[in-house]
C-alpha cells in the first residue's frame, strides 16, 4: 500500500477512536446523572442524602485505616457493600446492590480527587485480573 494512503487511514482511524471515546465518557457522565435523579426519586431527598453521606463515610474509613491496608480493592469494595447493605436493611433503606456500588464508585472519584494525588486504593471498584 502507498504510504500516503497508509497514513491517511491511521489519521482518519485515530479520529474515529477518538470520536468513540468522546461519546462514551459522555453517555457514561449522562448515566451517573439520570442514577442520581433516580435514587433521589425513589428513596426521597433525605434518605439518598444519608446513604450517600454513609458511602462517602465508609469509603474514606476503608482507605484510612491501617489494618485494611493488606486488602486489595476488590475485597475493600466487597467488604464495602456489605457494611452499606446492612446500614441500609437496619434504616429501612430500600437499595439493591448496583446501587450501592454505583454509590461506592463515585464515593471512590470524589475521594481521589480531593487528595490531589494517586489514591492508595485505586479503586474499591477496581477488578483483581485473574
Request: charged share 20%.
Amino acid at each position: 500500500m502507498d504510504p500516503q494512503i497508509t497514513a491517511a487511514l491511521q489519521g482518519l482511524l485515530t479520529a474515529v477512536v477518538i470520536g468513540i471515546v468522546t461519546l462514551l465518557s459522555l453517555a457514561a457522565r449522562k448515566l451517573f446523572i439520570l442514577a442520581h435523579q433516580y435514587l433521589e426519586q425513589k428513596l426521597g431527598l433525605d434518605a439518598f442524602t444519608f446513604l450517600k453521606a454513609y458511602v462517602n463515610t465508609t469509603v474514606r474509613f476503608l482507605e484510612q485505616q491501617p489494618f485494611f491496608t493488606d486488602l486489595t480493592g476488590a475485597d475493600k469494595r466487597l467488604l464495602a457493600i456489605k457494611d452499606i447493605a446492612t446500614w441500609c436493611e437496619n434504616n429501612k433503606i430500600p437499595v439493591d446492590e448496583a446501587m450501592i456500588e454505583h454509590l461506592i464508585e463515585e464515593a471512590v472519584k470524589v475521594m481521589n480527587g480531593s487528595k490531589n494525588n494517586e489514591s492508595v486504593l485505586t479503586s474499591l471498584t477496581a477488578v483483581e485480573k485473574a
